[in-house]
Nanobody, 118 residues
């Protein structure tokens, strides 16, 4: 059974930093594309960043240059380093896994709240 568990969310002032983690179990982590999504109140869930099994990375324009996605395959863990946080980054952040070529093989974490406010 696949399990994705996020941690690291919290309250931070504008300009501050947070590091999110996503611990995965029940999958061969190294072969999965992993991603972070977020959903703000009243808005649709949006893609923040992806990291493929081969290491290719993509970012949403809104976070490029401020956020860094990474993964540690030995520890089955993905990270999102978030710097220069803005109030508009406030959202629930979700971990996502996908096996390329198998659209039925996707999983979501339960989410972690990030609030950027003074």
């Amino acid at each position: 059974q696949v399990q994705l568990v996020e941690s690291g969310g919290g309250l931070v002032q504008p300009g501050g930093s947070l590091r999110l983690s996503c611990a995965a179990s029940g999958i061969i982590f190294s072969i999965y594309t992993m991603a972070w999504y977020r959903q703000a109140p009243g808005k649709q869930r949006e893609l923040v960043a992806t990291i493929r099994s081969g290491g290719t990375i993509n970012y949403a324009d809104s976070v490029r240059g401020r956020f860094t996605i990474s993964r540690d395959n030995a520890k089955n863990t993905m990270f999102l380093q978030m710097n220069s946080l803005k109030p508009e980054d406030t959202a629930v952040y979700y971990c996502y896994s996908e096996r390329v070529g198998r659209p039925e093989d996707v999983s979501w974490g339960q989410g972690t709240q990030v609030t950027v406010s003074s």
